[in-house]
């Protein structure tokens, strides 16, 4: 079991500092529009991943004229006691689990899973295709330390290779040799990280059609195709027949950093014909499939954050959501809204109590 038993924020977005308890299995977080119900979620996300959900600058999460921020959690995991801090203060990152400072913050990833389910998520259908890696890649990371120390290096090296290229340009000098090291680096960090996805994708996504037909009440296709150029020709080939036009272009055009994910529903590309209800039951089901997945992987349930659910989806769909994270097989819930009233009742109809937390 994993628990968050308090949270403590200073200079964190708009709490200059504040402590929660939490007591039960099921937190409503309510409040008005801009009260800083996202915000608690996120800081909960950050002691689980070291960092935000929403944004990469560290400037952005720290309250507006100071210059640092502090969150500290204390979780129960399996029965053991841990306490996890974050600082950041004049743009240096600290993090620490039971008062040990970790040299590599990939370290601590996979160890307090949690999934977020947040409006923005509608960017991973709607968006490039970089949203739909970042999400497979924190999900695949949580699982697979190994997936994401290749995927690290794989980056390292595809920035040197891009570097090498414009310098290439720049100067005018081959560097045949250099850049035959950089397609084998590629090549060994690259493939593992294509059979990953390629494998996790294959057993993933009969499950995604499970949940979407329970939250849908609907028997619609639901598919996820994974698309890659390793799937057609071997990878170091590729390297090498493009070589010609990267150097033209300054940048590596092949590998596993150009993948994409194509979500379908009843065949046609989702991102064009499915309405918002439909998208986002789809989001649903592809984020509570993530959150199964995790949980028979790590033997225990993730944490779930959900920030404002009740947006666009019908009340019975609302109402089938909320029955199936109310059940006992799921952790600890966090769900925000900005009626404490309609929050309290959709559990209660469930049999569930929950922990009204007004901010
Ligand atoms: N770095 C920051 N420093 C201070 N305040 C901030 C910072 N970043 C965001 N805020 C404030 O946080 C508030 C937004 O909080 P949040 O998104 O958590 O609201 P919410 O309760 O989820 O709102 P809604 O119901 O509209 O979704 C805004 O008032 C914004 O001005």
């Known amino acids: 079991m994993l628990h968050i038993q308090t949270i403590s924020l200073v200079q964190f977005k708009n709490y200059t500092r504040q402590d929660f308890r939490f007591q039960q299995r099921i937190v409503g977080i309510t409040g008005r529009n801009g009260s800083g119900k996202t915000n608690l979620l996120d800081a909960i996300y950050y002691l689980c ?4 959900y929403f944004t990469s600058s560290e400037s952005q999460n720290t309250q507006y004229h100071t210059n640092g921020f502090r969150i500290e959690g204390l979780l129960e995991k399996q029965g053991q006691e841990e306490k996890i801090v974050c600082t950041v203060k004049d743009g240096k990152k600290e993090v620490s689990l039971n008062d040990e400072k970790y040299d590599r913050f990939s370290r601590h990833i996979g160890q307090f899973p949690a999934v977020m389910i947040a409006p923005d998520d509608a960017e991973i259908i709607l968006g490039g295709s970089e949203e739909r890696r970042k999400w497979l890649d924190t999900l695949l990371s949580q699982l697979y330390p190994d997936y994401l120390e290749h995927l690290i290096v794989y980056q390292k090296i595809l920035l040197q290779r891009n570097s090498l290229l414009k310098n290439i340009a720049a100067t005018g000098q081959h560097q045949d040799s250099l850049l035959d090291v950089f397609d084998q680096q590629l090549v060994q960090h690259g493939i593992p990280v294509f059979e990953q996805r390629k494998a996790f994708l294959t057993a993933f996504i009969p499950q995604v059609q499970q949940l979407y037909d329970f939250i849908s009440g609907t028997h619609e296709i639901v598919n996820i195709r994974y698309q890659c150029t390793l799937q057609e020709e071997d990878y170091a ?22 993948d994409d994910l194509l979500f379908l ?13 439909q998208r986002k039951s789809f989001l649903f089901a592809l984020k509570l499939a993530q959150f199964e997945v995790i949980r028979q ?24 959501l ?24 959709s559990f209660e109809a469930t049999g569930q109590t929950i922990q009204l937390l007004k901010i």
């Open 297 to 320: 992987h790590k033997q225990f349930a993730p944490l779930l954050l959900l920030d404002d659910v009740f947006e666009k989806l019908d009340q019975e769909r609302v109402m089938r």
């Open 322 to 345: 909320i029955s199936l994270v109310a059940s006992d097989s799921y952790g600890q819930v966090f769900i925000t809204d900005t009626h404490a009233e309609r929050l309290q009742h």
């Open 49 to 52: 991943f070291t960092r935000s």
């Open 237 to 258: 080939t590729q390297l090498n027949t493009a070589r010609y036009k990267d150097l033209q272009l300054q940048r590596t055009t092949a590998g596993i950093h150009r």
């Open 265 to 277: 529903l009843n065949e046609h590309p989702m991102k064009n014909s499915a309405s918002q209800g």
